[in-house]
């Protein structure tokens, strides 16, 4: 059997049914054992096991003949066949798809796809999905990520204009309501980084418009960025910014940023002002609720004092007469698990989480392609993943991780099978730390390669609505489980 030294040609062993491999790293190693699927042709990795300094433990035996992939970066890497130990168990698949590194298989107790999956880890969604069946009040779920969240390619172009009606959250809510559960998007969380790809907030959410001032180009300086995109601001004019919910509505929760400084702004629905708010108080983020005539509403934002600007973060909207789960975006284009950990100003991040100021009642964390495209360590990859996840749950969520759907092989190759599988073991692995549900969503499509010829990706990185719609199905069915 080969010796793999770093730099070299990745070799792919055969393991016969009933041996097992073993793997040996030499000093200084650094490197990985992909095992790789039939099925998907031969290319896409099921698991993966990263190669240090020592022996692994022994890998097998399989029922079935299996196929390897080992890589040596550093190094080097004996690689040998033995003959299993009588009686050990034999690793299979689980029915779900997924094991983690060690070969643990998850359980597969929850809808097809989900795994880990414990009712009892999601109390507060559970609560809140039975407020809103009985009538009682309403619930929140966040979709938290990147563009692929935001929903780049979701109108079937490559770009964000008119992708917010088509997204996740909007192909989310329209499943929930065909499941009788009452659902909508009212709602919009700073700008997700839209601008960064040459589009304009209207352009992609056409319920905004923003008088001459408003900007969400981050003009002011990085106070204005969040773990979502930019914050709209106002710097230079008394010109107003408004929303228009798709619905009839009575209340909004507008989230906002203050500092010694920033000005003070109306909140009006109508042509009648509702609230002042006053910016010009400690550094923090801050919701106001109002509440006005029930009605087909435009919420109004009105700069009165500019002081250093004034800074609107979101809107929630909502009729409190008929409870309905309100779906959130929080996305940002270009964005990773760094952006979300970030932590200088209360509003970065997911700070506002931490602080209880953002309180969802379930947040689907779908955060890692952009990452794994820029070959971020994993141990970092892990940590930053980790803290995400508790500063979520520190605020009262519950939360769900999801896996990243591949790229292409050939335009995004640390983002495809097989090198992406680490970081794919690496939510598995946190999911497992932290019992929390993981929605598989990157096995159920396998890869870019046999995905975008059923037509469900708007670019060689990005899903299309139709895709979103695909995966509303499996995050919805998770929720109605719960």
């Known amino acids: ?127 809140a999905k039975a407020r809103v069946l009985s009538k009682a009040g309403r619930g929140v779920v966040a979709l938290m990520g990147d563009s692929r969240t935001t929903g780049f390619g979701a109108a079937g172009t490559a770009n964000f204009v008119g992708a917010r009606a088509k997204n996740r959250a909007a192909q989310l809510a329209a499943f929930l309501n065909a499941q009788g559960l009452p659902a909508h998007t009212d709602s919009f ?86 609230k002042t708010i006053d910016a010009n108080v400690a550094q923090s983020i801050k919701k106001e609720t109002v509440t006005f005539p029930r009605g087909a509403n435009t919420i109004t934002f009105t700069p009165v004092a500019l002081g250093s600007g004034v800074f609107v973060y979101g809107c929630d909207c909502y009729d409190s007469t008929m409870p309905k789960i309100s779906v959130w975006t929080l996305g940002n284009s270009g964005g990773g698990v760094a952006n979300l950990i970030y932590n200088t100003y209360p509003w970065e991040g997911t700070q506002p989480f931490k602080l209880g100021v953002m309180t969802p009642d379930v947040v689907i964390l779908d955060i890692g392609v952009n990452d794994a495209n820029s070959a971020m360590v994993l141990a970092t990859y892990s940590q930053r993943l980790t803290t995400i996840v508790d500063n979520v749950q520190t605020g009262g969520s519950n939360c769900i991780l999801s896996t990243f759907l591949p790229a292409s092989l050939a335009s995004w190759p640390r983002a495809a099978p097989p090198l992406v599988q680490p970081y794919w073991d690496a939510i598995t692995s946190v999911a497992l730390a932290k019992g929390l549900p993981l929605i598989d969503h990157a096995s159920r499509f396998g890869s870019y390669e046999l995905a975008n010829p059923l037509g469900l990706y708007a670019d060689t990185l990005h899903q299309n609505g139709v895709a979103m719609a695909d995966q509303a199905q499996i995050d919805g069915a998770v929720l109605l489980a719960a």
């Not at 490197?31 to 890998?59: E, K, M, R």
């Not at 890589?71 to 983690?100: E, F, H």
């Not at 070969?103 to 559970?126: D, E, H, I, Q, S």
């Open 189 to 274: 969380f700073c700008d997700g980084n839209i601008n960064s790809v040459g589009a304009t907030a209207p352009q992609y959410d056409p319920r905004i418009t923003m008088g001459a001032g408003w900007t969400n180009s981050g003009a002011f300086n990085v106070v204005q960025w969040t773990g979502f995109g930019i914050a709209f601001s106002n710097l230079t004019t008394l010109n107003a910014m408004t929303f228009t919910p798709d619905n009839p509505t009575d209340t909004a929760d507008v989230y906002y940023l203050t500092r010694p400084g920033f000005g003070s702004f109306t909140i009006s629905v109508g042509g009648n002002v509702i």
């Open 1 to 127: 059997m080969p010796t793999i030294t770093a730099g070299g040609t990745p070799q792919t062993i055969i393991l016969p049914v009933g041996q097992v491999l073993n793997v040996v790293g030499g000093a200084g190693t650094a490197g990985v054992a992909y095992l790789l699927d039939p099925v998907l042709g031969g290319t896409n990795s099921l698991q993966s096991w990263t190669i240090g300094v020592g022996a692994l433990a022994p890998i097998g035996p399989y029922a079935d003949q299996q196929r390897f992939l080992v890589t040596c970066s550093s190094g080097s890497v004996d690689v040998s066949l033995g003959n299993a130990v009588l009686g050990a168990p034999r690793v299979v698949k689980n029915v779900a798809g997924l094991a983690d590194s060690a070969g643990t298989l998850l359980p597969a107790t929850g809808p097809a796809g989900v795994l880990n999956f414990n009712p009892a880890r999601m109390r507060k969604w559970c609560a």
